[in-house]
C-alpha cells in the first residue's frame, strides 16, 4: 500500500503541501514567540523608565 501511494507523482504534491503547512504553523508560533518577547521587554523598559523619571 506504501509503494502504491509513493509511486505517483502525486504522492510529491502533498509532502509539498504539509511541507508548506508545517512552514505556517513554525511561522506562527515565531511570531507567538517574539510578539511576546516584545511584550516583555515593553513592560521591563516601562517598569524602568518609570522609576528614573
Known amino acids: 500500500m506504501l509503494r502504491y501511494i509513493r509511486a ?3 504522492g510529491i ?3 509539498g503541501v504539509l511541507n508548506m503547512c ?3 504553523i513554525y511561522i506562527c ?3 507567538c514567540i517574539y510578539y ?3 511584550s516583555n521587554f515593553g513592560v521591563i523598559d516601562k ?3 518609570n522609576p528614573s523619571s
Do not use: D
Request: glycine letters at 0%; hydrophobic letters at 55%.
Open 8 to 10: 505517483p507523482p502525486m
Open 13 to 15: 504534491f502533498p509532502i
Open 22 to 24: 508545517v512552514m505556517y
Open 29 to 31: 508560533i515565531y511570531i
Open 36 to 38: 511576546i518577547c516584545i
Open 47 to 49: 517598569s524602568t523608565i
